[in-house]
């Protein structure tokens, strides 16, 4: 059982590149969530899906969009990315909202 | 606006000596507190999940208890291991559907 999956593991981007960190979740549940983490810092929520087809901002959303392709699949994209988005990034699920969440082992991202 | 906070920030105690982690929170409309492990380079680990309507929950060596009236939960770890260094991370479940993190206490127990 994989449990909850994100790829890139480690990302060195330059200033203004993109890209789009994947999560995977295999547990049938209808929450996913995207969160960074720096340093000395708690983990604040970008953005967050209820279910398939549904997103809402979290606390720290300008700069990404989201996108809930499927049950399974919830991506995170940065259009132009910015040295203040070196961070951390984890994925997590939940079978709703505020019950356990379970989290990815994370993307290390570096902007140069 | 949910806060949570922990205190200390780091914790370094001997091989057998139970650990007292603290965690306090502003907003009293609590849905439930939940405790994380996070070991070195790694993503979180649930431990326990106590409803706004428990008092406490149990797992093993592990013990959290809430105390809405004082915003406060503590985490419990009995006679510790250094398998158990870690960092250790609270968040609140409040009315809606986020979670608000405390930055964590870091342990480091000795052999």
């Known amino acids: 059982n994989a449990g909850v999956t994100q790829t890139p593991k480690f990302q060195v981007l330059k200033t203004g590149q993109s890209m789009t960190l994947q999560c995977a979740q295999d547990m049938n549940h209808n929450s996913m969530y995207w969160y960074r983490q720096d340093p000395g810092m708690g983990l604040r929520l970008i953005y967050y899906s209820a279910s398939e087809g549904t997103t809402d901002k979290g606390e720290v959303p300008n700069g990404y969009n989201v996108s809930r392709l499927n049950k399974r699949e919830f991506s995170l994209r940065l259009e132009s990315a910015a040295p203040s988005q070196t961070s951390v990034y984890f994925c997590a699920s939940s079978g709703t909202d505020r019950s356990t969440q379970y989290f990815g082992p994370g993307t290390r991202l570096t902007v140069l | 606006k949910q806060e949570v906070t922990q205190i200390p920030a780091a914790l370094s105690v001997p091989e057998g000596e139970n650990l007292v982690l603290n965690c306090s929170f502003t907003d009293s409309a609590i849905y439930n507190l939940q405790w994380f492990r996070q070991d070195p380079g790694k993503g979180l680990t649930s431990l326990l999940l106590?409803?706004?309507?428990?008092r406490e929950q149990t797992s093993g060596r592990l013990n959290a208890s809430l105390d809405k009236s004082s915003g406060r939960s503590t985490l419990y770890i009995a006679a510790s291991q250094p398998g158990d260094s870690a960092t250790y991370l609270c968040a609140q479940a409040g009315n809606d559907y986020k979670l608000s993190f405390g930055a964590g206490t870091t342990v480091t127990v000795r052999a």
């Open positions: 106590i409803q706004s309507s428990q």
